[in-house]
């Protein structure tokens, strides 16, 4: 079974700083896919980044990017020039692919809370 | 494009009651899924539709638990009697279809039970 590891329960990050948010997974799959989702307060999820486990190249969407390490099944993000906005739950997830008829959910970790202090 | 919508937002009720949850996924949207958010935990799948069949109900508590998808689009997600463990947020999410690995999520229904 899949497995995904969030060791940091809470980070504090001034604006416009850096900060970044790490996750481990578990998985024997050799194709997959990880996220990051981010959750504030009004608790609507919202997709931040994702990446394909066959791309080696790190995904990267404005000032979020990913540190994607499969041989270490380390998947970390990486929020630059931080804003208020940037607020949040973060949650790391794993999806296999669907493969005949299985299920495409998306495995959680326990999630970062994220205070970005003006 | 309208995002997934969810009723009610909020609710409490005392244990060994019932409470339904409603959602209706973004219009198009072929795959649903309905998850348990604990306070402290990240969601967990209880169970995923495609169009009106499922996909996966392997978590899904089938002794008090019970979700339809009559016409392959909106989705009610039912707890009869409810337990005080039940208390959580639950968590609509919809995709395009089975190969689009992006899932959009609704806001939430927070469930109390005292």
């Known amino acids: 079974a899949q497995t995904v590891t969030q060791s940091q329960p809470e980070m504090s990050v001034q604006e416009a700083e850096t900060v970044t948010l790490s996750c481990t997974y578990d998985?024997?799959?050799?194709?997959?896919?990880l996220f990051w989702y981010k959750q504030p307060p009004s608790r609507q999820m919202i997709l931040v980044i994702r990446?394909?486990?066959?791309?080696?190249q790190n995904a990267t969407e404005n000032r979020f990017s990913v540190n994607f390490q499969k041989a270490a099944k380390s998947f970390s993000l990486k929020i630059s020039d931080s804003q208020l906005g940037d607020t949040a739950m973060y949650f790391c997830?794993?999806?296999?692919?669907?493969?005949?008829?299985?299920?495409?959910?998306?495995?959680f970790g326990t999630g970062t809370l994220l205070a970005v202090q003006p | 494009e309208a995002g997934v919508a969810q009723s009610p937002r909020y609710k409490i009720i005392e244990k060994r009651q019932s409470v339904a949850f409603w959602c209706n996924p973004i219009?198009?949207?072929?795959?649903l899924y309905w998850y348990q958010q604990i306070l402290g935990q990240g969601p967990k799948l209880l169970i995923q539709?495609?169009?009106?069949?499922?996909?996966?109900d392997s978590q899904l508590p089938k002794d008090r638990f019970s979700a339809e998808r009559l016409k392959g689009v909106d989705s009610t997600l039912k707890i009869q009697p409810a337990k005080l463990e039940d208390s959580a947020v639950y968590l609509c999410?919809?995709?395009?279809?089975?190969?689009?690995?992006?899932?959009?999520f609704g806001p939430g229904t927070r469930l109390t039970v005292l």
């Open positions: 539709f495609q169009n009106n069949g499922v996909v996966d």
């Open positions: 219009s198009g949207h072929a795959t």
């Open positions: 990446q394909e486990a066959y791309k080696q």
């Open positions: 998985t024997s799959e050799n194709n997959y896919y």
């Open positions: 997830a794993f999806m296999r692919p669907n493969y005949g008829g299985a299920t495409n959910k998306l495995i």
């Open positions: 999410a919809s995709s395009l279809a089975y190969l689009y690995n992006e899932q959009f």
